[in-house]
């Protein structure tokens, strides 16, 4: 088992910057794909990014690409999310999440750990 604990969140105004911390337990975290989803309220869960194990591939959801940045501290048993250029539509719960994959994956369903999540706000 791997737990996984989100932080960081909270309200920000539009073009500010947020990083979200997930902080790992459990297992040996290294081995993991890490990846970062939102879901806002009414909407499905979206993917935002994802990084691998080593943390030298990452790979991002268009609507952030640019403005997001994914990045892990193996040592520290942590995966970040720096946000910057923040939007309104960016408001949602983030969650990290791991699993064993040999591909950056934007699927839920193929990581089997998450966190609880940390709410974004962001305001116009």
């Known amino acids: 088992q791997v737990q996984l604990v989100e932080s960081g969140g909270g309200l920000v105004q539009a073009g500010g910057s947020l990083r979200l911390s997930c902080a790992a337990s459990g297992r040996t975290f290294s081995p993991y794909t890490m990846a970062w989803f939102r879901q806002a309220p009414g909407k499905e869960r979206e993917f935002v990014g994802a990084?691998?194990?080593?943390?030298?591939?990452?790979y991002y959801a268009d609507s952030v690409k640019g403005r997001f940045t994914i990045s892990r501290d193996n040592a520290k048993n942590t995966v970040y999310l720096q946000m910057n250029s923040l939007l309104p539509e960016d408001t949602a719960v983030y969650y990290c999440?791991?699993?064993?994959?040999?591909?950056?994956?934007?699927?839920?369903?193929?990581?089997?750990?998450w966190g609880q999540g940390t709410q974004v706000t962001v305001s116009s």
């Open positions: 999440a791991a699993g064993r994959l040999g591909v950056l994956t934007t699927t839920p369903p193929s990581y089997n750990y």
């Open positions: 990084i691998n194990s080593s943390g030298t591939m990452t």
